[in-house]
């Protein structure tokens, strides 16, 4: 039997799940946009009859993308006290989502979960207990799920199972769409909390900024312009010769980035669902804020979650398809890219130039998104979504920056810093400072003699990073000789002619 998802909310009066009453229809697109709206790109309240039918043939067409999620969401041991923290939905247009939704994801979930009880699909679904019930209340009405037993005698926390007509009910559901997961918040209520927590958010301190930077060894001037480019909180550009500490820089930076963001577990939009919660990416937090926990977590709207500031990085293997949704067509669902998986943090693009992606488009989509505060994600059947765009760019990258872009694009990024090959003072403080971290013996002198021949040479200046190359070479070499590594003229010497085998006799190490 096809069942349709209605694009409208079925409310009764007090918002009860129930027989339909007053029709609203959700819009998929970017609230305030409303030129978008009438060139198709979002939903209108007024549509007519006709409308109303297409709609919701698309909509049984687009439901058909989902994801399974067997096991539990993560479930923080506190929810931080926010006024950024949505609060729990308490009626179904409230939700925002149609009754048939609610219903077919309720017996998938029943389905993989065996016999949950009534608290575990609160915690599954991530409603209330009192829209919860008004789902059981339905599907027993329909008979489609039958009481087990009563768990905890004084709570009424009912165990339920589905019936032999709520198990083919739930086998339809899932030939339509796979997912499994915490109820998806709309599009309108995604934009709401995401530009509430952008207008809050409180950037790291430039004395925090300060100490991640003074952990490289960079010449003043340059240490000063990465802090302040770093602290901005705005697009930045990092260039120079590779090897001088570009990616790393901007690694510790996302491995020590502050604060927390709130993340949807999906979004619901065009009776389709969109995955945005990454556990890969996203690392889920408990009390955040001194200890002072919400007191009563039923306020609190569990479709979200929240996370320490993300931070994404992306390398040579970005592509095109890492731009705009992920279709599985097997799991029928859709994935969010990565930029929309890093709102609220950083989102790293290192090795600029190198991917599969041309980085003249890479940047011009980026950018522009940046500048307008919102971007525009396509579905496969060619409905636009347009969402916020609350993210740090940083790009890192060896190539000329007038090879990746024309002057209009690179103004559009207003912090652009040179990294460049350290100075023999400085190359003698990261070799010195790499002896000791790795335990090789430097004798009085020694890795002044070594600077002294490197930068002896002719052609350019070596990198910072040729000091971990080369000490590599050394502890590797000493651990084949069964000795303790010691950076002395022999060792050198090796070194050097293992290191410099491939190159010319005149060239630079």
């Given at each position: 039997?096809?069942?349709?998802?209605?694009?409208?909310?079925e409310?009764?009066?007090g918002?009860?799940i129930?027989q339909?009453?007053?029709?609203q229809?959700q819009?998929g697109?970017?609230?305030?946009e409303?030129?978008?709206?009438?060139?198709?790109?979002?939903?209108s309240s007024d549509?007519?009859?006709?409308?109303?039918?297409?709609?919701?043939?698309?909509?049984?067409?687009?439901?058909?993308?989902?994801?399974?999620?067997?096991?539990?969401p993560?479930?923080?041991?506190?929810?931080?006290?926010?006024?950024?923290?949505?609060k729990?939905?308490?009626?179904?247009?409230?939700?925002?989502?149609?009754?048939?939704?609610?219903?077919?994801l309720?017996?998938?979930?029943?389905?993989?979960?065996?016999?949950?009880?009534?608290?575990q699909?609160?915690?599954?679904?991530g409603?209330?207990?009192t829209?919860?019930q008004?789902?059981?209340?339905?599907?027993q009405e329909?008979?489609?799920?039958?009481?087990l037993?009563?768990s905890d005698l004084?709570t009424?926390?009912y165990?339920?199972?589905?019936?032999?007509r709520?198990?083919a009910?739930?086998?339809?559901?899932?030939?339509?769409?796979?997912?499994a997961?915490?109820?998806?918040?709309?599009?309108?209520?995604?934009?709401?909390?995401?530009?509430a927590?952008?207008a809050?958010r409180q950037?790291?301190?430039a004395a925090r900024?300060?100490?991640?930077?003074?952990?490289?060894?960079?010449?003043?001037?340059?240490?000063d312009?990465?802090?302040?480019?770093?602290?901005s909180?705005?697009t930045?550009m990092l260039?120079?010769?590779?090897?001088n500490?570009k990616?790393?820089?901007?690694?510790?930076f996302?491995?020590r980035?502050?604060?927390?963001a709130?993340?949807?577990?999906?979004?619901y939009v065009?009776?389709?669902v969109i995955r945005?919660?990454?556990?890969?990416?996203?690392?889920?937090?408990?009390d955040?804020?001194?200890?002072?926990?919400?007191?009563?977590?039923?306020?609190?709207?569990?479709?979200?979650?929240?996370?320490r500031?993300?931070?994404v990085?992306?390398g040579?293997?970005?592509g095109?398809?890492?731009?705009n949704?992920?279709?599985?067509?097997?799991?029928?669902?859709?994935?969010?890219?990565?930029?929309?998986?890093?709102?609220?943090?950083?989102?790293?693009?290192?090795d600029?130039?190198r991917?599969?992606t041309?980085?003249r488009?890479?940047?011009?989509?980026?950018?522009?998104?940046?500048?307008?505060?919102w971007?525009s994600?396509?579905?496969i059947?060619g409905?636009?979504?347009?969402?916020?765009?609350?993210?740090?760019?940083?790009?890192?990258?060896?190539?000329?920056?007038?090879?990746?872009?024309?002057?209009?694009?690179l103004?559009?990024?207003?912090?652009?810093?040179e990294?460049p090959s350290?100075?023999?003072?400085?190359?003698?403080e990261?070799?010195r400072?790499?002896c000791?971290?790795?335990?090789v013996?430097?004798?009085?002198?020694a890795?002044?003699?070594?600077v002294?021949?490197l930068?002896?040479q002719?052609?350019?200046?070596?990198r910072?990073a040729?000091?971990?190359?080369?000490?590599d070479?050394?502890?590797?070499?000493?651990?084949?000789d069964?000795r303790?590594?010691?950076?002395?003229?022999e060792?050198?010497e090796?070194?050097?002619?293992?290191?410099?085998?491939?190159?010319?006799a005149?060239e630079?190490?």
């Amino acid at each position: 039997m096809e069942r349709r998802y209605e694009s409208a909310e079925e409310v009764t009066e007090g918002g009860s799940i129930g027989q339909s009453g007053e029709t609203q229809r959700q819009s998929g697109g970017f609230p305030g946009e409303d030129e978008d709206r009438r060139d198709g790109q979002g939903l209108s309240s007024d549509s007519g009859p006709a409308q109303n039918e297409a709609r919701d043939s698309i909509a049984q067409t687009l439901s058909n993308a989902a994801a399974t999620l067997e096991a539990d969401p993560p479930v923080s041991a506190g929810r931080p006290q926010s006024s950024i923290f949505p609060k729990q939905p308490s009626t179904l247009a409230e939700v925002g989502l149609s009754k048939a939704f609610l219903t077919d994801l309720t017996l998938k979930i029943m389905h993989y979960s065996g016999t949950p009880s009534s608290t575990q699909l609160v915690r599954r679904l991530g409603l209330g207990s009192t829209m919860v019930q008004q789902i059981l209340k339905v599907l027993q009405e329909e008979r489609l799920c039958e009481v087990l037993s009563q768990s905890d005698l004084f709570t009424g926390n009912y165990c339920y199972r589905l019936s032999e007509r709520g198990t083919a009910r739930a086998s339809e559901a899932l030939e339509r769409t796979r997912y499994a997961g915490p109820v998806p918040v709309t599009a309108e209520q995604y934009t709401e909390v995401i530009r509430a927590q952008q207008a809050q958010r409180q950037m790291p301190s430039a004395a925090r900024i300060k100490a991640i930077v003074d952990e490289f060894v960079l010449a003043p001037e340059v240490a000063d312009s990465v802090a302040r480019a770093l602290y901005s909180g705005k697009t930045t550009m990092l260039y120079g010769p590779s090897g001088n500490g570009k990616s790393s820089i901007l690694e510790l930076f996302a491995s020590r980035f502050e604060g927390v963001a709130l993340m949807p577990y999906a979004l619901y939009v065009y009776g389709q669902v969109i995955r945005v919660f990454d556990p890969s990416v996203h690392e889920a937090i408990g009390d955040v804020s001194g200890g002072e926990a919400v007191k009563d977590d039923a306020k609190v709207d569990r479709r979200w979650v929240m996370v320490r500031r993300p931070a994404v990085v992306l390398g040579s293997e970005l592509g095109q398809e890492s731009l705009n949704l992920a279709y599985d067509s097997q799991a029928r669902f859709y994935q969010a890219p990565p930029h929309v998986k890093a709102q609220g943090g950083v989102l790293i693009i290192d090795d600029l130039g190198r991917q599969k992606t041309d980085a003249r488009e890479l940047m011009t989509r980026w950018l522009l998104s940046v500048e307008r505060g919102w971007d525009s994600l396509s579905l496969i059947t060619g409905e636009k979504l347009r969402i916020p765009f609350d993210v740090q760019l940083l790009f890192a990258t060896n190539q000329p920056m007038e090879k990746l872009a024309d002057e209009a694009l690179l103004r559009r990024i207003l912090y652009k810093v040179e990294i460049p090959s350290p100075s023999p003072v400085e190359f003698t403080e990261i070799l010195r400072q790499l002896c000791r971290q790795r335990g090789v013996q430097a004798p009085d002198g020694a890795i002044e003699r070594v600077v002294e021949r490197l930068y002896g040479q002719a052609g350019e200046r070596p990198r910072a990073a040729y000091a971990r190359d080369f000490l590599d070479v050394i502890i590797e070499s000493a651990s084949f000789d069964g000795r303790e590594p010691v950076l002395d003229d022999e060792s050198f010497e090796r070194a050097i002619r293992l290191m410099r085998s491939q190159r010319s006799a005149g060239e630079a190490v």
